[in-house]
């Protein structure tokens, strides 16, 4: 009996030590949030952060002293100007979505508020369809999934329909087109779900196979890039906690179904050489502008301190549901 009990605590105590070391209890204390930018003539198999420009919360500090982060970029261009639309939390306040313009790409300036309700936004998806500007943020405490329409682009964005009513989704992102319109967002139970519909303006209904990916790789960290082999999509990587990195997913739909596959694990993640993104990185919105000319935008994040938090629960919670993921796929 004895020996038995011994084996028992023995086995639990790797379990803990096994769990430990692929999701730490202790967890870093990352702090404020940065963009930075990029270009290149191709698709990029990887991002060195290391030789691309950062505006950092410092910069928009001293136009806006109120700010405290700004994360979750999006961009589009128009007209030559880069537009990059982005969270922006200031002090007592919810989460708004401002916007950075740019004549070359490379120097950004703060242009102002665009878009303000009574509940926080945050994920700005803004993009153009049929010669009108959308935008698809995470509007998680309206209790639904919310498009706007931009009346005077890049300001005066209003509600032009309800995409899905009567849910708390994390970070939307859609992809629409004239054979393929889907949608993913993430709940609170680390599950994401996939919706599909006719348009833009069609009626947005679960997928018959409704759940694509669950556990710590869960919630979209971006924008859909379509090529000649389908989708990829960065989706966040909380190992390690919140805002840790990012790995690209590829979404293959056919025949009314579709696969999914992990083809860049930790794409982006923390770098410790550059100070605004040692703690981690979380966002990506990739777009191709011309047949060499492919532009790049993300976030990341600074460590507060040196200092790490326990989190006993979510470790376990976490492995045990990438656990149960990985049964259910094989």
Request: glycine share 8%; net charge positive.
């Amino acid at each position: 009996m004895k020996k038995y009990l011994v084996g028992i605590l023995v086995f639990g105590i790797l379990v803990v030590l096994l769990i430990n070391y692929r999701t730490p209890f202790f967890q870093q204390d990352g702090g404020g949030w940065s963009i930075g930018y990029g270009q290149s003539t191709v698709y990029p198999k990887e991002i060195n952060v290391k030789e691309n420009a950062i505006y950092s919360i410092e910069k928009l500090k001293k136009q806006n002293d109120s700010t405290v982060f700004l994360a979750d970029p999006f961009f589009v261009k128009e007209k030559g100007v880069f537009y990059l639309f982005f969270e922006h939390k200031k002090t007592k306040s919810n989460g708004d979505v401002g916007v950075l313009t740019s004549i070359d790409g490379k120097n950004y300036k703060y242009s102002g508020t665009v878009l303000t309700q009574k509940f926080h936004l945050s994920y700005p998806q803004v993009f153009k369809y049929r010669n009108d500007f959308y935008m698809v943020p995470e509007s998680k405490q309206a209790n639904a999934v919310l498009l706007y329409k931009a009346y005077r682009f890049p300001y005066d964005w209003r509600v032009c329909d309800t995409l899905i009513a009567n849910v708390q989704f994390k970070d939307p992102s859609i992809y629409v087109s004239d054979s393929l319109n889907i949608m993913v967002a993430s709940d609170g139970k680390l599950n994401m779900y996939v919706y599909q519909a006719d348009s833009l303006f069609g009626k947005w209904k679960l997928h018959k196979k409704p759940i694509a990916l669950m556990g710590t790789e869960a919630r979209a960290g971006g924008r859909f890039f379509a090529d000649k082999e389908g989708l990829i999509l960065p989706i966040q990587n909380c190992t390690n906690g919140y805002g840790f990195g990012l790995s690209l997913y590829r979404f293959s739909f056919k025949n009314g179904s579709y696969t999914t596959k992990r083809v860049s694990p930790y794409f982006l993640k923390g770098n410790t050489e550059i100070k605004e993104f040692n703690a981690g990185m979380h966002q990506l919105d990739i777009q191709q502008l011309g047949p060499n000319e492919f532009y790049y935008v993300y976030d990341g994040n600074r460590l507060n301190s040196d200092s790490k938090k326990i989190n006993i629960w979510g470790p376990l919670k976490w492995t045990y549901i990438d656990f149960k993921n990985w049964i259910i796929n094989q």
